[in-house]
């Protein structure tokens, strides 16, 4: 029997949701995508969930897109990539306007979209051996969605040196730009994150989470569904593009790109 790609649970009022793709890296694709979104909306809707945690099976958070994602986008049309990256900002918009608090539990390497999954986020744990980074212009791609979500969490120097670089970055350097919440050993995430949810649930209202969530999220920078329309129709016709096809193609091919 196949497993799922993601696995849900709730116990004592959180809701844990656990991306289980291990042996791809928990690489997202168009159905995982579907399928995390769904499950938050189960979270969002379920009366005896009052905090939900967002974590992964094995060693890596999320590697972004997978091999065979990449090879389905080239072979979009435009509205084909319009489509699917209008379902990529429902992922992050659901995360971002839930009115229950997403805490992310990064234990392993989050890249590229699984970044983005990951700061989106409320609340962030990383262990110290993680790894971020929005590797998108390494690809001849584009970290268009998340972007918008970026710069509401740090600053434009910041947000520039990591997306127009595309390196790698630590999770001291994540939480020193704000992207991040908390660093915490590996061996002590998993009771750090249940205490921090478990406080929440018995020190907070949930009415007031709620509005304050959305206090902050609607009253920081007004034009955010702008600038993630704006995003999304940038991020399906950067696809089409012939940096696209040549950057895609030679990480499939396990080349070393020539920019």
């Known amino acids: 029997m196949t497993e799922p790609?993601?696995?849900?649970s709730v116990h004592q009022r959180i809701a844990t949701i656990s991306i289980n793709r291990p042996e791809k890296r928990n690489a997202l694709n168009a159905e995982l995508v579907t399928l995390l979104t769904e499950q938050l909306i189960t979270a969002s809707e379920d009366d005896e969930v009052k905090v939900i945690v967002l974590k992964a099976c094995g060693a890596v958070f999320s590697a972004g897109a997978d091999l065979e994602y990449l090879q389905q986008l080239q072979q979009n049309t435009y509205e084909e990539n319009l489509a699917d990256s209008e379902n990529l900002k429902r992922l992050f918009t659901t995360i971002y306007y839930l009115p229950k608090i997403v805490i992310?539990?990064?234990?392993?390497?989050?890249?590229?979209g699984?970044?983005?999954?990951?700061?989106?986020?409320?609340?962030i744990f990383a262990v110290p051996e993680a790894s971020f980074g929005y590797t998108e212009v390494k690809l001849g791609f584009v970290p268009a969605i998340v972007s918008c979500f970026l710069l509401r969490k740090t600053s434009e120097t910041v947000a520039k040196k990591i997306l127009l670089t595309g390196e790698l970055f630590s999770a001291?350097?994540?939480?020193n730009y704000g992207l991040i919440t908390f660093v915490t050993n590996k061996e002590d995430i998993d009771l750090k994150v249940n205490e921090f949810a478990l406080n929440l649930c018995t020190e907070t209202s949930s009415n007031s989470l709620m509005v304050t969530k959305q206090l902050i999220?609607?009253?920081?920078?007004?034009?955010?569904?702008k600038s993630l329309s704006l995003a999304v129709q940038i991020n399906a016709r950067v696809r089409?593009?012939?940096?696209?096809?040549?950057?895609?193609?030679?990480?499939?091919?396990?080349e070393k790109i020539k920019w």
């Open 5 to 8: 790609l993601v696995l849900y």
């Open 104 to 112: 992310a539990q990064v234990e392993g390497h989050a890249i590229a």
């Open 114 to 123: 699984g970044c983005g999954l990951a700061t989106v986020c409320d609340i």
């Open 172 to 175: 001291q350097e994540a939480l």
């Open 217 to 225: 999220g609607q009253t920081t920078h007004l034009l955010l569904e």
């Open 240 to 254: 089409d593009s012939e940096d696209f096809r040549k950057g895609v193609g030679a990480f499939i091919n396990k």
